[in-house]
């Protein structure tokens, strides 16, 4: 996932603030192995203007090492007035924005639109099923209108999602239709909100179209998740949620993961998500530590 920084004269500075930066980028997470990348749709705008076209960025992308982009993570900012999944009466405003930026996108041709299934906790309390039913049946003419691009639309639940515990997770995935709205798995975000990744891949396999590897430390035991405007900055309990692959007292269990994914036969992307890396850490150093966990122990269970 194309969380990165690094410092400079002027501060942090991004990827996406010159081609000299985006070429360190891409080179340095191609030169430790990986081979796609995950990335937001608000990025693309940035990028037509840095490089003519998005066509020409992925050309850019594959001189160096980088095969494609799988998923677009969709970048919605929710608001009840006008796009809001447990609103009914926003729904159009969610298809049809979404249609436009698919449209508008078609030359990507990425696997995945990756969305975030409601709006954050705080905004959305108190979650009650009608507000679930209602959220399943936006994605679900989203999941339609973006198979028609060959696009797979899939939800990923971050701990501060208003659709965040395991019972309302299994209930979002009821009343939607497989056909159409997949389940993307966050290893970490899961752990946060106290679900077991593990566990709930194995119950939603079916319907799994990728995965965010990330390790977390910590459960919320805070009540974090209800703080409002980012929840993961704002935790009293910790500065840091996010870790690679292997750190010392993660809670995911990685190699039982991956013994799951094997036994169901996943055969998708496996997306590495170096989220907010540089608190405590830096963004290569974290690309590097993951690619050694997984070529040197995730590899030998499923390679």
């Known amino acids: 996932m194309d969380h990165w920084r690094v410092d400079s004269p002027r501060g942090p500075v991004t990827q996406y603030s010159s081609p000299r930066r985006m ?3 891409v080179k340095q997470i191609s030169a430790v192995g990986f ?19 998005i066509e020409k960025y992925q050309e850019f992308l594959r001189e160096r090492g980088i095969t494609k982009i799988v998923n677009l993570f969709r970048g919605i900012m929710y608001d009840p007035r006008r796009a809001d999944p447990h609103v009914r009466e926003t729904h159009d405003e969610i298809v049809e924005s979404t249609r436009r930026m698919l449209r508008m996108w078609e030359g990507l041709q990425i696997e995945s639109l990756i969305v975030m ?20 049946e936006c994605w679900n003419r ?4 973006s198979a028609e691009f060959g696009v797979r639309t899939t939800c990923h639940h971050e701990f501060f999602c208003a659709i965040r515990t395991e019972d309302d997770i299994r209930k979002f995935y009821e009343w939607t239709d497989p056909r159409y709205v997949g389940f993307f798995c966050d290893t970490a975000q899961h752990c946060i909100a106290g679900i077991d990744p593990v566990a709930l891949y194995e119950d939603l396999h079916d319907r799994c179209t990728g995965f ?20 993961e900055l704002m935790a009293p309990q910790t500065d840091r949620w996010f870790y690679e692959m292997g750190t010392d007292g993660g809670l995911v269990d990685f190699p039982r993961l991956m013994r799951a994914m094997r036994r169901h036969g996943f055969s998708g992307w496996v997306t590495v998500e170096h989220d907010k890396a540089n608190i ?10 993951s690619m050694w966990y997984a070529k040197h122990v995730l590899s030998e269970i499923y390679a």
């Open 142 to 145: 989203v999941g339609e209108m």
């Open 280 to 289: 405590g850490g830096d963004y290569a150093e974290s690309t590097a530590l």
């Open 23 to 25: 070429d360190d980028f």
């Open 35 to 53: 081979e796609g990348l995950d990335m937001f749709d608000f990025q693309i705008y940035g990028l037509t203007q840095m490089f003519g076209s």
């Open 212 to 231: 965010h590897f990330k390790d977390t430390r910590q459960v919320d035991t805070t009540g974090a998740y209800a703080n409002a405007p980012d929840a």
């Open 117 to 136: 299934p409601a709006g954050l906790y705080i905004d959305a309390a108190p979650v009650t099923d009608d507000k679930i039913k209602a959220a399943a």
